[in-house]
């Protein structure tokens, strides 16, 4: 659960904790003063008899505050409260962005190649320092550019890219994904983001099946949607939103136009850090404070021990 981008709650569900004691706090400084249910389980007369011996000895609230406030800060330690590692840059190859680019006919014919080139070249700059590959698809699914930081050299790939690049005809995008989680793999990246730019045109069901195995391994699939700007032939496939939608869900991502590419570009813009703890690898981005709260509940556990005169 991250705060903001240095901060973050490595287990959040433990701040439930915190009302529970606190009512248990409440109910147990009510019933310590002075004896509890003691004194409506006593006979008086036995009971005034015995506090005239000194045999009674009234409950200390002092006690329970002291308890409560050390379960409170025992709660709050194991929320996890962390800061971004220094080093987290370090990390940035374990965290990679795989653009599968739809070069179908549908796409090339429709005019939308033009702004999918630029706004890949987007994604790629979003990324940062990170590792950028390039997957292209119709028919078929090839590597255009494997992982690298090298932006110029993936820019003047992505600017050859045409309407011929990819021999195959069809629209096969589940073969694109799944080029690049084998991509991923072969990386050993633990987090990344796959942006998918498409028209949504072959999305189904071996496409949504590629997104939920990309997304178990804690790895986000990204989409932008390319709209048809010219009309398409006859027989030509018609563009999907809607089932680039369900892919994106699937795939536990955002999806956006091509015309208002922010939400994607800030999915990918995202610190290292926020990436591998959306991964489930939070404590190589982050560094958790919570043994040191463990300490400082030291300090009121120990009024507990005090010992009476």
Do not use: C
Request: hydrophobic residues 50%; charged residues 20%; glycine residues 10%.
């Amino acid at each position: 659960m991250t705060l903001f981008d240095a901060y973050a709650l490595l287990r959040p569900w433990w701040l439930l904790a915190i009302p529970v004691i606190a009512v248990l706090a409440f109910r147990a400084a009510a019933r310590a003063a002075p004896l509890g249910d003691w004194a409506r389980a006593v006979d008086p007369a036995l009971m005034a008899l015995m506090v005239r011996r000194g045999a009674v000895l009234g409950g200390r609230r002092q006690a329970n505050l002291a308890a409560a406030t050390a379960a409170g800060v025992v709660a709050l330690a194991l929320t996890g409260p962390a800061v971004e590692r220094k080093d987290a840059t370090t990390f940035r190859n374990l965290d990679a962005t795989v653009i599968v680019a739809d070069l179908s006919r549908s796409v090339a014919e429709g005019g939308g190649l033009k702004d999918l080139r630029q706004t890949a070249q987007g994604v790629a700059e979003a990324a940062g320092t990170r590792a950028v590959a390039l997957v292209i698809y119709a028919g078929d699914a090839y590597v255009a550019t494997g992982p690298t930081t090298d932006r110029d050299s993936f820019g003047t790939t992505l600017f050859a890219l045409d309407a011929d690049t990819v021999p195959d005809r069809g629209s096969h995008p589940e073969r694109g994904l799944a080029l690049a989680r084998r991509t991923l793999e072969e990386a050993g990246a633990l987090a990344a983001d796959v942006v998918l730019i498409t028209d949504g045109d072959g999305i189904g069901d071996a496409a949504l099946r590629e997104a939920e195995a990309m997304r178990a391994k804690g790895w986000r699939v990204q989409g932008l949607f390319v709209p048809a700007h010219k009309t398409l032939p006859p027989g030509a496939p018609k563009t999907d939103r809607a089932a680039l939608d369900r892919l994106v869900s699937a795939g536990g991502g955002v999806a956006a136009d091509l015309s208002a590419p922010a939400p994607v570009l800030d999915a990918v813009g995202a610190g290292t850090a926020q990436h591998l703890a959306a991964g489930g690898y939070a404590v190589l981005a982050f560094a958790d404070l919570g043994r040191w709260l463990l300490l400082l509940a030291l300090v009121p556990a120990l009024i507990l021990f005090r010992r009476s005169a």
